[in-house]
T-cell receptor
């Protein structure tokens, strides 16, 4: 069964500083990988996704992520964070079950705090 | 296009009762998935419906059930509520047939509190 690990429960970053959120996955084949963001009391918003091809993917709000097969990682990065980026970030892995959406497996999330 | 909508947004029930949650997917989307989010267990997949049929199911007891209507709207039912069912229930829709690569778009969720 696939699994996702987000090693950092909380991360604090100063506004304007760079950000990297870590995500490691366990899956036998090439996974489908996603990063979602959740603001308090809200649903999940998709930031970016990786299916195949270029291992560096660009997302919304200035985020990017790099798929590294050798490290089973899909880390999320942003060069300069804004106070509005404070939220919960989830990495998720999906798989091609051949029969439709087999349910995403999510990590436990990383809570991002932005210091002024 | 309107996003995924879920009703009600908040719900309070007592143990032993049952509850029905509703989800309207993005127009044109035929697949609807349900997830439970709790502080302890995180986000967990409940089930997925496509064309009124349950295609995939997570590891939840039979008290959790769902259905999908011909207009792709979906309902989720939880019978004999337990305190541990208190959670945020998220619905996600995706365009349709195919593997998980079809990106899932999430609604705002229904927050259920069981007393």
């Amino acid at each position: 069964a696939q699994s996702v690990t987000q090693p950092d429960i909380h991360i604090t970053v100063s506004e304007g500083a760079s950000l990297e959120l870590r995500c490691n996955y366990s899956y036998g084949a090439t996974p489908y990988l996603f990063w979602y963001v959740q603001s308090p009391g809200q649903g999940l918003q998709l930031l970016l996704k990786y299916f195949s091809g270029d291992t560096l993917v660009q997302g919304i709000k200035g985020f990017e992520a790099e798929f590294k097969r050798s490290q089973s990682s899909f880390n999320l990065r942003k060069p300069s964070v804004h106070w509005s980026d404070a939220a919960e970030y989830f990495c998720a892995v999906g798989r091609d079950s051949g029969g439709g959406a087999d349910g995403l497996t999510f990590g436990k999330g990383t809570h991002l705090i932005i210091q002024p | 296009k309107a996003g995924v909508t879920q009703t009600p947004r908040y719900l309070i029930k007592t143990r032993g009762q049952q509850v029905t949650l509703s989800c309207s997917p993005i127009s044109g989307h035929r697949s609807v998935s349900w997830y439970q989010q709790t502080p302890g267990q995180g986000l967990q997949f409940l089930f997925e419906y496509f064309s009124e049929t349950q295609r995939n199911k997570g590891n939840f007891p039979g008290r959790f059930s769902g259905r999908q209507f011909s207009n792709s709207r979906s309902e989720m039912n939880v019978s004999t509520l337990e305190l541990g069912d208190s959670a945020l229930y998220l619905c996600a829709s995706s365009p349709g047939q195919g593997p998980t690569q079809e990106t899932q778009y999430f609604g705002p969720g229904t927050r259920l509190l069981v007393l």
